[in-house]
T-cell receptor, first 113, second 114 residues
């Protein structure tokens, strides 16, 4: 089955700096890679996703890159703000009519003033 | 519109008791997933339902765990003879049918086994 590793487990950046979170996956058949943000005590919220036929996707201050050959994908947050502080999870799956996600173990991002 | 709704939000029970957790998906979402999140950990897949197809139960950790989905909508996850290691947040997600559909999560049920 799929296995997803995520690094780092914690990340502290100053407001305005960039943050990068990296994930690797094991199953070359995986073709869909979402990222979720989970604030303390809240539900995971999808923030961005990427399909395997795309190398990069951007949405305002958030971008995701995918390297299928190396089986790596990364989340980039620019101009970080205190409200970006949360736990971020990457996930991978092969999508069919429904898709069970395999999640990384999460990265706790703290944005300090 | 309404999101994924889960109940109860918190459940405290004694070891050995049975518990039922409920999930009401977003209207029109034919795919429904259960995940488990242990303290400080990632999300672990348990089971999913897609329309009228047989559910994928490959993530259920033991035969004490079961789930059903009635009428293609509401789902119930049942844990029999609960153990302390069952303590976790149980999250439900739903999605539209088809490829690349994002999963939308509920707030979860925090289960504590004494």
């Amino acid at each position: 089955g799929e296995n997803v590793e995520q690094h780092p487990s914690t990340l502290s950046v100053q407001e305005g700096d960039s943050a990068v979170i990296k994930c690797t996956y094991s199953d070359s058949a995986s073709n869909y890679f979402p990222w979720y943000k989970q604030e303390l005590g809240k539900r995971p919220q999808l923030i961005i996703d990427i399909r395997s036929n795309v190398g990069e996707k951007k949405d305002q201050r958030i971008a995701v890159t995918l390297n299928k050959t190396a089986k790596h994908f990364s989340l980039h947050i620019t101009e970080t703000q205190p409200e970006d502080s949360a736990v971020y999870f990457c996930a991978a799956t092969y999508t069919g009519t429904a898709s069970k996600l395999t999640f990384g173990t999460g990265t706790r991002l703290q944005v300090t003033l | 519109g309404a999101g994924v709704s889960q109940s109860p939000s918190n459940k405290v029970t004694e070891k050995g008791k049975d518990v039922e957790l409920r999930c009401d998906p977003i209207s029109g979402h034919t795919a429904l997933y259960w995940y488990r999140q242990s303290l400080g950990q990632g999300l672990e897949f348990l089971i999913y339902f897609q329309g009228n197809s047989a559910p994928d139960k490959s993530g259920l950790p033991s035969d004490r765990f079961s789930a059903e989905r009635t009428g293609g909508s509401v789902s119930t996850l049942t844990i029999q003879r609960t153990q302390q290691e069952d303590s976790a947040v149980y999250l439900c997600a739903s999605s539209l049918p088809g490829r690349y559909q994002p999963q939308h999560f509920g707030d979860g049920t925090r289960l504590s086994i004494l």
